[in-house]
């Protein structure tokens, strides 16, 4: 399957199938996170994968659809800032950045071996620090669900390419 082919496949799955991901599927799926790049390579995050069974209150507390707990992991990535590469002329660290490029990295990867995913930026972090005993410096960034998905395929609604780029200036 070409990239954009698997661009398009993959979507924000609401509804799981409880069939068990295989261990060797995940690491598959871990392994491609481990694999994305971030700024000076010095990988300023955590990924904790949750199983729900056992685990639906603390996951309720963390984001409260009942979708969220149908599938048998949950992933959550944390950042640690401290550890981030911090741009020198205005002092941006770039943890949150290099999360985003993992995760996505792990939601495609997920994509292609028939997984489904859904990024959960909504999520209580008071309560994410909680279940997931996280250090002072750990800081809960995003969480996806990962399991089979139990619907149909939906067509992607996006802007047309004309309204999201701009070439030589805005």
């Not at 609604?157 to 999201?164: A, F, S, T, Y």
């Amino acid at each position: 399957m070409s990239f954009l082919d698997l661009a398009n496949k993959r979507y924000s799955v609401r509804a799981y199938k409880p069939d068990p991901v295989p261990d060797e599927v995940l690491a598959q799926v871990m392994e491609a996170a481990r694999l994305a790049p971030t700024a000076a390579n010095r990988q300023p995050f955590r990924l904790i994968v949750i199983h729900t069974r056992g685990r639906e209150e603390d996951l309720k507390r963390v984001y409260g659809r009942d979708w969220f707990l149908q599938p048998p992991l949950v992933i959550a990535i944390v950042g640690l800032p401290d550890t981030g590469w911090v741009r020198g002329s205005d002092g941006a660290n770039y943890t949150d950045v290099d999360a985003g490029i993992v995760f996505e990295h792990l939601t495609l990867a997920a994509a292609d071996l028939g997984l489904g995913t859904c990024w959960i930026g909504a999520f209580d972090p008071v309560a994410a620090r909680q279940v997931l005993g996280l250090p002072d410096d750990a800081r809960p960034i995003a969480f996806t669900p990962l399991g089979y998905p139990a619907g149909e395929f939906r067509p992607k609604q996006r802007k047309p390419l004309e309204e999201l780029v701009s070439y030589e200036r805005w």
